[in-house]
T-cell receptor, first 110, second 114 residues
Framework: GENVEQHPSTLSVQEGDSAVIKCTYS??????FPWYKQELGKGPQLIID?????GEKKDQRIAVTLNKTAKHFSLHITETQPEDSAVYFC?????????FGAGTRLFVKA | DTAVSQTPKYLVTQMGNDKSIKCEQN?????MYWYKQDSKKFLKIMFS???????INETVPNRFSPKSPDKAHLNLHINSLELGDSAVYFC?????????????FGDGTRLSIL
Protein backbone atom coordinates (compact mmCIF):
# COMPACT_ATOMS: atom_id res chain seq x y z
CA GLY A 1 0.00 0.00 0.00
CA GLU A 2 0.94 3.66 0.04
CA ASN A 3 3.74 4.63 2.34
CA VAL A 4 5.65 7.76 3.38
CA GLU A 5 9.02 7.35 5.04
CA GLN A 6 10.47 10.22 7.04
CA HIS A 7 14.01 10.71 8.35
CA PRO A 8 15.47 11.39 10.80
CA SER A 9 13.11 10.52 13.64
CA THR A 10 14.98 12.89 15.96
CA LEU A 11 17.11 15.90 15.07
CA SER A 12 19.03 18.12 17.44
CA VAL A 13 20.63 21.34 16.20
CA GLN A 14 22.23 24.41 17.69
CA GLU A 15 20.29 27.67 17.48
CA GLY A 16 21.15 29.41 14.21
CA ASP A 17 22.03 26.20 12.37
CA SER A 18 19.96 24.69 9.57
CA ALA A 19 17.72 21.64 9.87
CA VAL A 20 16.78 19.29 7.05
CA ILE A 21 14.08 16.63 7.16
CA LYS A 22 13.63 14.19 4.28
CA CYS A 23 10.68 12.14 3.08
CA THR A 24 10.08 9.58 0.38
CA TYR A 25 6.71 8.39 -0.87
CA SER A 26 5.58 5.34 -2.78
CA UNK A 27 2.37 6.36 -4.57
CA UNK A 28 3.30 7.93 -7.91
CA UNK A 29 -0.22 9.45 -8.10
CA UNK A 30 0.57 11.73 -5.13
CA UNK A 31 0.34 15.36 -6.18
CA UNK A 32 0.26 17.43 -2.98
CA PHE A 33 2.91 17.46 -0.26
CA PRO A 34 2.18 19.44 2.92
CA TRP A 35 4.38 19.82 5.98
CA TYR A 36 2.89 20.17 9.45
CA LYS A 37 4.36 21.33 12.76
CA GLN A 38 2.95 19.91 15.96
CA GLU A 39 3.69 21.60 19.26
CA LEU A 40 3.08 19.95 22.61
CA GLY A 41 -0.60 19.57 23.41
CA LYS A 42 -1.68 20.99 20.05
CA GLY A 43 -2.85 19.66 16.73
CA PRO A 44 -0.61 19.69 13.64
CA GLN A 45 -0.46 23.06 11.88
CA LEU A 46 0.41 23.53 8.21
CA ILE A 47 3.70 25.39 7.76
CA ILE A 48 4.35 24.99 4.03
CA ASP A 49 3.16 22.87 1.13
CA UNK A 50 4.18 22.10 -2.43
CA UNK A 51 2.35 20.71 -5.42
CA UNK A 52 3.68 18.29 -7.99
CA UNK A 53 4.14 20.90 -10.73
CA UNK A 54 6.67 22.85 -8.62
CA GLY A 55 10.21 21.86 -7.66
CA GLU A 56 10.85 24.29 -4.82
CA LYS A 57 8.97 26.71 -2.60
CA LYS A 58 10.22 29.10 0.03
CA ASP A 59 8.56 31.05 2.84
CA GLN A 60 11.01 33.12 4.90
CA ARG A 61 13.20 30.64 6.83
CA ILE A 62 11.35 27.58 5.56
CA ALA A 63 11.76 25.93 2.16
CA VAL A 64 10.54 22.69 0.62
CA THR A 65 11.99 20.86 -2.37
CA LEU A 66 10.34 18.13 -4.42
CA ASN A 67 11.89 15.56 -6.76
CA LYS A 68 8.98 13.74 -8.37
CA THR A 69 11.18 11.40 -10.36
CA ALA A 70 12.89 10.12 -7.24
CA LYS A 71 9.73 10.52 -5.10
CA HIS A 72 11.64 12.58 -2.55
CA PHE A 73 10.73 15.81 -0.82
CA SER A 74 12.52 17.72 1.90
CA LEU A 75 11.94 20.47 4.45
CA HIS A 76 14.71 22.98 5.10
CA ILE A 77 14.66 25.33 8.07
CA THR A 78 17.40 27.95 8.17
CA GLU A 79 18.55 30.05 11.14
CA THR A 80 16.72 27.79 13.56
CA GLN A 81 15.30 29.27 16.75
CA PRO A 82 14.24 27.59 20.01
CA GLU A 83 10.58 28.10 19.06
CA ASP A 84 11.14 25.84 16.03
CA SER A 85 11.39 22.92 18.48
CA ALA A 86 8.42 20.66 17.74
CA VAL A 87 7.44 17.49 15.88
CA TYR A 88 7.33 17.91 12.10
CA PHE A 89 5.29 15.70 9.78
CA CYS A 90 5.53 15.35 6.05
CA UNK A 91 2.56 14.03 4.09
CA UNK A 92 1.71 12.93 0.58
CA UNK A 93 -1.74 13.15 -0.93
CA UNK A 94 -3.32 11.60 -3.99
CA UNK A 95 -7.06 11.57 -4.46
CA UNK A 96 -8.92 11.30 -1.18
CA UNK A 97 -6.23 10.04 1.13
CA UNK A 98 -3.34 11.77 2.93
CA UNK A 99 -0.53 9.56 4.18
CA PHE A 100 1.64 11.02 6.93
CA GLY A 101 5.26 10.29 7.69
CA ALA A 102 6.13 9.07 11.18
CA GLY A 103 7.32 12.51 12.31
CA THR A 104 10.64 14.15 13.22
CA ARG A 105 11.20 15.53 16.68
CA LEU A 106 13.33 18.66 16.26
CA PHE A 107 15.23 20.09 19.23
CA VAL A 108 16.82 23.50 18.82
CA LYS A 109 19.36 24.17 21.58
CA ALA A 110 19.84 27.76 22.68
CA ASP B 1 -12.53 32.12 17.46
CA THR B 2 -11.40 28.51 17.11
CA ALA B 3 -11.51 27.09 13.59
CA VAL B 4 -11.73 23.38 14.47
CA SER B 5 -12.87 22.63 17.98
CA GLN B 6 -13.25 19.23 19.57
CA THR B 7 -14.62 18.24 22.95
CA PRO B 8 -13.72 16.97 25.39
CA LYS B 9 -9.99 17.69 25.53
CA TYR B 10 -9.41 14.83 27.94
CA LEU B 11 -11.43 11.65 28.40
CA VAL B 12 -10.60 9.08 31.07
CA THR B 13 -12.86 6.07 31.26
CA GLN B 14 -13.08 2.38 32.05
CA MET B 15 -12.68 -0.47 29.63
CA GLY B 16 -16.01 -1.57 28.18
CA ASN B 17 -17.65 1.86 28.37
CA ASP B 18 -19.10 3.80 25.42
CA LYS B 19 -17.97 7.37 24.76
CA SER B 20 -18.35 10.13 22.17
CA ILE B 21 -16.06 12.89 20.94
CA LYS B 22 -17.53 15.92 19.19
CA CYS B 23 -15.99 18.06 16.48
CA GLU B 24 -17.12 21.29 14.88
CA GLN B 25 -15.49 23.50 12.24
CA ASN B 26 -16.45 27.08 11.43
CA UNK B 27 -14.33 27.37 8.29
CA UNK B 28 -17.07 26.42 5.85
CA UNK B 29 -15.03 23.40 4.72
CA UNK B 30 -16.59 20.52 2.83
CA UNK B 31 -14.46 17.67 4.16
CA MET B 32 -13.83 16.50 7.73
CA TYR B 33 -11.55 13.79 9.08
CA TRP B 34 -10.78 11.77 12.18
CA TYR B 35 -7.19 10.73 12.88
CA LYS B 36 -5.72 8.58 15.63
CA GLN B 37 -2.27 9.48 17.00
CA ASP B 38 -0.59 6.78 19.05
CA SER B 39 2.04 7.14 21.75
CA LYS B 40 4.80 7.20 19.12
CA LYS B 41 3.13 10.19 17.47
CA PHE B 42 2.12 8.22 14.37
CA LEU B 43 -0.91 9.87 12.68
CA LYS B 44 -3.33 7.51 11.00
CA ILE B 45 -6.50 8.41 9.10
CA MET B 46 -9.63 6.73 10.41
CA PHE B 47 -12.52 8.35 8.55
CA SER B 48 -13.19 11.09 6.07
CA UNK B 49 -16.54 12.72 5.31
CA UNK B 50 -17.41 15.07 2.48
CA UNK B 51 -20.69 16.99 2.82
CA UNK B 52 -21.97 14.42 5.32
CA UNK B 53 -21.05 11.48 3.07
CA UNK B 54 -18.47 8.89 4.16
CA UNK B 55 -15.61 8.76 1.65
CA ILE B 56 -12.81 7.06 3.60
CA ASN B 57 -13.24 4.29 6.13
CA GLU B 58 -9.88 2.78 6.94
CA THR B 59 -9.55 -0.57 8.66
CA VAL B 60 -11.10 0.67 11.86
CA PRO B 61 -13.04 -1.70 14.16
CA ASN B 62 -16.79 -1.28 13.79
CA ARG B 63 -16.88 -0.25 17.45
CA PHE B 64 -15.99 3.18 16.03
CA SER B 65 -18.92 4.93 14.38
CA PRO B 66 -18.64 8.42 12.94
CA LYS B 67 -21.70 10.60 12.50
CA SER B 68 -21.99 13.80 10.51
CA PRO B 69 -25.29 15.62 11.21
CA ASP B 70 -24.21 18.46 8.90
CA LYS B 71 -21.05 19.41 7.07
CA ALA B 72 -19.77 21.50 9.98
CA HIS B 73 -19.88 18.61 12.47
CA LEU B 74 -18.29 15.19 12.61
CA ASN B 75 -18.68 13.24 15.83
CA LEU B 76 -17.02 9.97 16.79
CA HIS B 77 -18.75 7.38 18.95
CA ILE B 78 -16.80 4.49 20.37
CA ASN B 79 -18.46 1.39 21.82
CA SER B 80 -16.98 -1.15 24.22
CA LEU B 81 -13.71 0.74 24.75
CA GLU B 82 -10.52 -1.33 24.87
CA LEU B 83 -7.07 -0.59 26.29
CA GLY B 84 -5.67 -0.26 22.77
CA ASP B 85 -8.03 2.63 22.07
CA SER B 86 -5.93 4.86 24.33
CA ALA B 87 -4.54 7.58 22.04
CA VAL B 88 -5.03 11.17 21.00
CA TYR B 89 -7.83 11.59 18.47
CA PHE B 90 -7.68 14.56 16.10
CA CYS B 91 -10.44 16.03 14.05
CA UNK B 92 -9.50 18.00 10.93
CA UNK B 93 -11.19 19.74 8.02
CA UNK B 94 -10.26 20.90 4.53
CA UNK B 95 -11.80 22.68 1.59
CA UNK B 96 -12.92 20.77 -1.50
CA UNK B 97 -13.68 17.14 -2.10
CA UNK B 98 -10.18 15.68 -2.40
CA UNK B 99 -7.30 15.71 0.05
CA UNK B 100 -5.04 18.02 -1.94
CA UNK B 101 -5.87 20.98 0.27
CA UNK B 102 -4.37 22.03 3.61
CA UNK B 103 -5.98 20.36 6.57
CA UNK B 104 -6.88 22.32 9.69
CA PHE B 105 -6.62 20.27 12.88
CA GLY B 106 -8.27 20.59 16.24
CA ASP B 107 -6.15 20.34 19.38
CA GLY B 108 -7.04 16.72 19.98
CA THR B 109 -8.88 14.61 22.53
CA ARG B 110 -6.64 12.51 24.75
CA LEU B 111 -8.47 9.27 25.50
CA SER B 112 -7.17 7.15 28.37
CA ILE B 113 -8.67 3.75 29.09
CA LEU B 114 -8.22 2.39 32.62
Amino acid sequence: GENVEQHPSTLSVQEGDSAVIKCTYSDSASNYFPWYKQELGKGPQLIIDIRSNVGEKKDQRIAVTLNKTAKHFSLHITETQPEDSAVYFCAATGGFKTIFGAGTRLFVKA
Amino acid sequence: DTAVSQTPKYLVTQMGNDKSIKCEQNLGHDTMYWYKQDSKKFLKIMFSYNNKELIINETVPNRFSPKSPDKAHLNLHINSLELGDSAVYFCASSQGTTSDQPQHFGDGTRLSIL
